[in-house]
């Protein structure tokens, strides 16, 4: 939430203590361990005490004797202190009959020290610390806000302190909750930011393959938007920190500056970019500007010893960003621009929530457990407007393509009418043109059929390349795993082609490659085999309805009458050998060929390991 990041947020631990000494001045809130909800602490419920730093739990109960513990002015206790230490308490009653379990929640993620005490009788009992600075493995129950447990007998009374140790800002909403009934909720809060987090990774993931498909950067823009808007809600919310960064130092430091500069960074530049304001050299584009630039400072400031005044930064900032982007977007709607109203609305939803928000982390407005979701409703809000926007805005422009084809398409029908109109005598004239263009036609048609058969031959060896092998094996793949029929393939490596090559040259190396493909052309001859050129020196072979024990059979004879070649250059005999390993087997519904393709690849590195001039089995992985 931006104005609160002003801050960094320090809560105290909690102090569970029980006592039987009630307090005349606050009402005690009445507990039972089978309700139904939590309990939002009220003013009337809670007292604040503000005292310098060297009063502890160790001098607390003689310290307090002379001082008088205050109303607070809001239910979230809204307080600004410096060099001070600030206390809370309150006072539960279990007005049932049978002891209950129970649990205190401080609804805000970003405190940064908790010390948690108990008090029996005159004294304390241990003490719980929790917060940003302590590990979570430390406290008491791990999640997202500080949280700690307690038990209360069928009619006991207890007094609570809450401890805020040098907190320049306190925001301290407190639930109580019967402990079933919070364990229902947090999990329930998890679906609910999951579900939200989720939408956004699916969006971000769709429009960055819409950006790789069509260059346009639009796309590129909304995914940074979604992005930090998502990085932005986990570190705010304390999911952040809970399952992704842990307890990282630099997160704590600089996360949720950086992560608020960001997003408003990314949503400045989209605004800018979408609405194409270069178009309007007026306030808009000037205004756009000078919001990037602040906002670009107070980025690289977020990261360095200056960041303290970036934190500054980003209330009034976002403040007029917001504002700016939200007058603007309803200006140009005004002009006439469709998608500018989706950023009116969106734009809506953010400063309201931000409002709302502000007003309740100063006291200006009490707190209500629904406020927690304003901001992830409404950046949820904006998310799904902006997609809105970008294909409204697809759809707007396959429009004007539309129109422009259709009257592009108008105006050659009407030149055509005038033409006939003006000259009857050009028909024949156009009948011979229309059939000299069938007849070009007809020859580009064959050309293209001669160059698309061309296009599956490998250009060296004349036999088929790699890309109609890629396409003949899934085709047959599917007929296997249709018909249940064995599909075998090998994979057959020139044995030392790098030493031909390296001592006779690559002419020479050119020549082996294409008396190896002609020989393995010549011994496998079925119609329904496939022989191509996988790559280099490698060759593969598709067999149709050949088990494996036929496969080894094809294999040896290939291996065989390689070795038989009389591979003469320049008078000198080139013993030639291949290595081959070979799979097969019926195809299962839904197996990818990557799954026999690595079975064959894997037996010929074991042909090669063994020696080379082998032949190798392949299994392949269930």
């Not at 917001?322 to 007058?327: K, S, T, Y």
């Not at 043109?433 to 031959?457: F, H, K, M």
Request: aromatic share 12%.
């Amino acid at each position: 939430m931006q104005t609160t990041l002003v801050f960094q947020l320090c809560l105290a631990a909690l102090i569970l203590f029980f006592t039987r000494f009630g307090h005349a001045d606050v009402d005690p809130l009445e507990l039972f361990p089978n309700g139904r909800h939590a309990d939002l602490l009220q003013v009337e419920h809670l007292e604040v005490m503000h005292t310098s730093a060297d009063v502890t739990f160790d001098n607390i109960l003689s310290y307090q004797a002379g001082k008088k513990w205050q109303a607070p002015t809001s239910n979230s206790i809204n307080s600004v202190a410096v060099d001070q230490h600030i206390w809370v308490r309150f006072n539960v009653v279990n007005y049932s009959q049978r002891k209950g379990d129970f649990i205190a929640e401080l609804r805000w993620p970003l405190i940064e020290h908790v010390v948690i005490a108990k008090r029996e009788g005159d004294e304390f009992g241990d003490k719980i610390e929790a917060g940003l600075d302590v590990p979570l493995a430390a406290s008491q129950l791990k999640d997202k806000n500080v949280s700690f447990a307690f038990e209360l007998e069928a009619g006991e009374s207890a007094w609570i302190y809450l401890l805020y140790p040098k907190q320049r800002f306190v925001f301290s909403p407190v639930m109580i909750w019967p402990e079933q009934e919070y364990h229902i909720h947090t999990n329930n809060v998890l679906i609910f930011f999951s579900v939200i987090a989720g939408m956004m990774l699916v969006m971000s993931i769709y429009n960055c393959s819409l950006f790789i498909f069509t260059q346009d950067r639009t796309y590129l823009f909304y995914v940074n938007v979604v992005l930090s808007l998502l990085i932005y809600l986990l570190a705010v919310s304390g999911y952040g920190r809970l399952y992704v960064w842990g307890e990282s130092e630099w997160f704590k430091e600089s996360g949720h500056v950086l992560f608020t500069v960001w997003s408003f960074l990314s949503a400045t530049y989209f605004f800018r970019w979408f609405l194409k304001l270069w178009h309007y050299k007026n306030w808009l584009l000037y205004g756009n500007n000078i919001l990037l630039v602040c906002w670009s400072i107070a980025l690289v400031m977020s990261v360095t010893p200056f960041r303290g005044l970036s934190f500054a930064s980003t209330a009034p900032l976002g403040i007029a960003t917001i504002l700016a982007g939200l007058v603007g977007s309803i200006y140009l709607w005004l002009k006439g621009d469709r998608q500018a109203k989706y950023f009116v609305i969106s734009w809506s939803g953010v400063w309201y929530s931000t409002f709302i928000v502000i007003c309740v982390m100063f006291g200006a407005i009490s707190y209500a457990p629904y406020t927690d979701f304003l901001q992830p409703g409404s950046f949820t809000l904006e998310v799904i407007l902006l997609s809105m926007a970008l294909a409204d805005r697809i759809n707007s422009q396959r429009k004007e393509k539309e129109t422009a084809q259709q009257l592009a398409l108008s105006r050659q029908l009407e030149m055509i009418e005038m033409q006939e109109q003006a000259n009857n005598e050009l028909e024949e004239n156009v009948r011979k043109r229309t059939l000299e263009l069938a007849a070009v036609a007809a020859d580009l048609e064959r050309a293209n059929e001669e160059l698309a058969a061309a296009n599956r031959l490998d250009g060296l060896t004349q036999i088929y390349n790699r890309a109609h092998f890629d396409y003949m094996v899934k085709n047959e793949m599917c007929r296997s795993s249709r018909n249940g029929s064995p599909l075998s393939m090998l994979l057959i490596d020139i044995d030392h082609f790098k030493s031909i090559n390296d001592n006779y040259g690559h002419l020479v190396g050119d020549k082996c490659l294409k008396l190896v493909a002609s020989t393995i052309s010549n011994t496998v001859t079925r119609a329904t085999d496939l022989v191509a050129r996988y790559g280099g020196e490698e060759f593969a072979a598709i067999l149709p309805d050949t088990p494996e024990s036929a496969a080894r059979d094809i294999a040896e004879r290939v291996r065989k009458s390689v070795e038989g070649l009389a591979f003469i250059s320049e008078g000198e005999k080139i013993p030639l050998t291949v290595s081959v390993g070979y799979a097969g087997r019926a195809m299962p519904q839904g197996m990818s060929p990557d799954r026999l393709i690595k079975a064959a690849d894997q037996a010929l590195y074991v042909a090669k390991e063994k020696g080379r001039n082998r032949v190798e089995i392949g299994r392949i992985a269930s």
